[in-house]
């Protein structure tokens, strides 16, 4: 009984131990979501590394690219509750300083559906936080009731 006691309080510290490197690398994230909810572009610039990328893959393909200044701009003319992703976090890869995250998403504009599709993010952690680097994303109308 007591290896059991044992085994269980290891296991569990194990799992803690990842549950909160996890959260560590997830915040930026969170916090990019939330200042979109809560139209606060500080919040939102707060969450991406100096040199940070956003893009798009547009139905044909095509990449665009939006600077986080454009980005942040028009989330700070939204009225707060306006704009809600809803995101599922799918996986989390971690190798030192380069975390990779895939998030299934789901967006609502005014409390209306508008699209899903997926995010791609790439987190550097940057004088020991971590920061969102880099974003793709998809965004299509059908096969939305398959996202998470």
């Known amino acids: 009984m007591k290896k059991l006691a044992i085994i ?3 296991f569990g ?3 803690f131990g990842q549950e909160s490197k996890n959260q560590d690398i ?3 994230i ?3 979501f939330l200042a979109m909810k809560n139209s606060d ?3 939102l610039k707060s969450s991406f590394a100096e040199t940070a990328i956003l893009q798009t893959i547009k139905k044909d393909g095509l990449v665009k690219t939006e600077s986080i200044s454009d980005f ?3 989330i700070s003319k939204a009225s707060k509750g306006d704009l809600d992703e809803r995101i599922s976090i799918e996986s989390i ?3 030192g300083d380069l975390a990779s995250v895939f998030t299934p998403y789901q967006f609502y504009y005014k409390g209306n559906f508008s699209h899903c599709g997926a995010n791609s993010f790439q987190l550097v952690k940057q004088n020991g936080s971590w ?3 880099y974003i793709i994303d998809t965004r299509r109308k059908e096969n939305c009731a398959n996202v998470k």
């Open 8 to 10: 269980a309080l290891l």
């Open 13 to 15: 510290s194990f799992c």
């Open 26 to 28: 997830e915040k930026p």
């Open 30 to 32: 969170r916090d990019l």
């Open 41 to 43: 572009a500080e919040l």
């Open 72 to 74: 942040a701009a028009s």
């Open 93 to 95: 890869h971690v190798d």
């Open 131 to 133: 920061k969102i680097q």
